[in-house]
């Protein structure tokens, strides 16, 4: 074990412990029970790629993820209702005192959220033509069985951007669905307004990032509903997580341009020869984690104008936030 990997695995959060009822451990979450229809989601430094966790955290990676998905809720609160009550650690253990004394494995990497059932659907929005779309395109001239228009290249720009839903199959993959597919599972009412909410949050996702010189390339949201059948975004917003984002100045069509994601580690997999791509995985080089750590804190500096350690995070009225 390096001198880098033993101090970030000191330094930041690998899995939590925390004194609540634990709901669901997943690949890079926890998902703990916070009171009366309300739960405490929190975000580790776990990092995957090709659906298998890497050894080494990412220092500060579930801090980024939790606080730019409470600022970006923050600036949508007039357009879409969500399940958000509050990313402030203050506010948070003012509602779960049990908490206390724990904040070091929760605190910024938090969010307190309203209990909703999770609708089956992932709704993804391409505003440009890339990764599994492009390679459906390449074979079949389609895109989730339906045709797109011919003559397209890698990265180009979709005008309109297109509603491009999506399930979980048995193996826990993405399989892209057409619309037709998200009628049959939930309604003709309920598709079609999981499909406009989604292109509204990413038009105005697309125009923020594209004012701090970044394409938001795709992304994907999820819903729920309430006990009482209220529609909310749920999940991660906008992160670097669900999104594909691209620095403007590196885009052109018919090239990939470097993600502000976690790229290096997988380009730094990519490259790797003796690797299958499954369990157990590769140990990271320190230099390979610096550099994913680095692309976290720039998309949340980029996208916001304010420094990670300057971000205070916000509190929604009692039943979560929203228009």
């Known amino acids: 074990m390096s001198a880098f990997e033993s101090e970030s695995s000191q330094s930041t959060l690998f899995r939590s412990e925390l004194p609540l009822p634990l709901v669901h451990r997943g690949k890079v979450r926890e998902m703990y029970e916070a009171g009366p229809d309300l739960l405490l989601m929190v975000a580790s430094d776990r990092v995957s790629a090709f659906d298998v966790v890497m050894r080494q955290p990412v220092p500060r990676k579930g801090e980024v993820l939790t606080l730019l998905t409470a600022w970006w809720l923050d600036q949508l609160r007039d357009l879409v209702d969500h399940h958000l009550v509050s990313a402030d650690p203050e506010a948070i253990l003012a509602r779960v005192p049990a908490l206390s004394g724990t904040e070091s494995d929760w605190a910024r990497r938090s969010l307190l959220v309203r209990r909703t059932r999770p609708l089956p659907i992932e709704c993804v929005v391409r505003g440009y033509l890339s990764g599994s779309a492009w390679r459906e395109y390449q074979k079949l001239g389609t895109l989730a069985g339906e045709p797109l228009p011919s003559g397209l290249v890698e990265s180009q720009e979709l005008r309109p951007p297109i509603f491009s839903p999506a399930t979980k199959v048995d193996d826990g993959h993405d399989e892209n669905i057409p619309f037709s597919g998200v009628v049959e599972r939930l309604g003709a009412s309920l598709a079609e307004r999981l499909r406009d909410l989604s292109l509204e949050v990413y038009e105005q ?43 403007a100045e590196s885009w052109r069509p018919g090239a ?44 949340f500096e980029r996208l916001t104008g304010i420094s990670l350690d300057d971000y205070a995070p916000p509190s929604f009225d009692g039943n979560g936030g929203g228009g």
């Open 205 to 247: 996702g697309r125009e923020r990032a594209a004012n701090r010189g970044i394409l938001l390339a795709d992304t994907k949201f999820e819903f729920g509903q309430t006990q009482e059948g209220s529609l909310l975004l749920i999940d991660e917003v906008l992160t670097p997580d669900s999104s594909r984002y691209w620095p």
């Open 256 to 299: 990939t341009p470097p993600s502000l994601d976690k790229q290096p580690i997988r380009d730094w997999l990519y490259a790797l020869p003796d690797w299958d791509r499954t369990p157990p995985p590769p140990d990271l080089d320190d230099s390979v984690v610096r550099a994913a750590t680095d692309r976290y804190l720039e998309i």
